[in-house]
């Protein structure tokens, strides 16, 4: 059970990275282009302002994960540190509840917001659904799950055991 939610973690913390990297490399394209086009050329293009806006909100939802697996998300160092055993693996579990119940949150409400916006068009694309930008939310809600589950069971904490 243990190695199959590690791999499983571990190819979903993968595609999650890969795809936030990807809109980063999306957003700095269109700002780069949107210099262009609006100083150098003069003739602006209004929607890569919103494309850009889209790409960072997937980039973060899509990049959490990774957070939450090398343990950088919810972290007060210093309760950490102070702890004992018993202490630690306490924080471990009020970290992993939270986090997971926080998650659970961000999808359910997420999807809500999604289905809500179906009908709301972007302004400057006129023909996308606002759904796609809210959908975020609960997509990278769920692949923070797997993350945090392997973070509790098998917990990184390269940064913080380095820094004693």
């Known amino acids: 059970m243990k190695n199959t939610l590690q791999a499983i973690e571990r190819v979903t913390t993968q595609i999650s990275l890969i795809i936030a990297c990807a809109m980063m490399a999306i957003a700095a394209f269109l700002g780069f282009f949107q210099v262009i086009m609006r ?37 007060v160092d210093v309760l950490y540190r102070w702890a004992g ?34 009908m709301q068009t972007v302004i400057g694309l006129e023909n996308v659904s606002m759904f796609w930008a809210y959908l975020a ?22 940064e913080l055991e380095n820094a004693q």
């Open 85 to 118: 055993p018993r202490g630690k693996r306490l924080f471990d579990v009020v970290t992993a509840l939270a986090s997971l119940t926080l998650v659970a949150v961000i999808i359910w409400w997420g999807w809500d917001y999604a289905n809500r916006g179906k």
């Open 39 to 75: 100083f150098v050329l003069e003739i602006p293009a209004e929607w890569t302002e919103v494309l850009i806006r889209f790409s960072l909100i997937w980039m973060v939802f899509m990049g959490v994960p990774y957070a939450f697996r090398v343990g950088a998300m919810v972290s």
């Open 137 to 158: 939310l609960p997509v990278g809600g769920l692949f923070c799950i797997p993350a945090i589950l392997a973070q509790f069971f098998n917990p990184q904490r390269s």
